[in-house]
């Protein structure tokens, strides 16, 4: 699922790939994949019936990460295979 910067829509920063006991894995696109540990997980909320995800991180790790381009929280959709 592409997770897109709430203030900044408009560009992907990361692929929400698996949720882990350590944390997020996420994938920057055409690049690396990493986890995120939950202790820089601010909350992390999934609509199901809506399919909508929304990951915000502490402060101190927006502060300390490049990727986000100083976004603190990151929302993603499902999307249906038969919508697709």
């Known amino acids: 699922m592409a ?4 203030a900044n829509p408009s560009t992907v920063l990361a692929i929400f790939r698996a949720r882990t006991t ?20 601010e909350s992390a909320q999934l609509d199901l019936a809506k399919g909508d995800v929304r990951l915000a991180f502490t402060p101190a790790y927006v ?21 697709l």
């Open 3 to 6: 997770l897109v910067s709430e």
């Open 22 to 41: 350590e944390g997020v894995t996420l994938l920057i696109p055409e690049s690396a994949e990493f986890t995120v540990a939950w202790e820089h997980i």
């Open 63 to 83: 502060g300390s990460v490049n990727w986000l381009r100083g976004s603190a929280a990151l929302t993603g959709r499902w999307m249906d295979r038969r919508v």
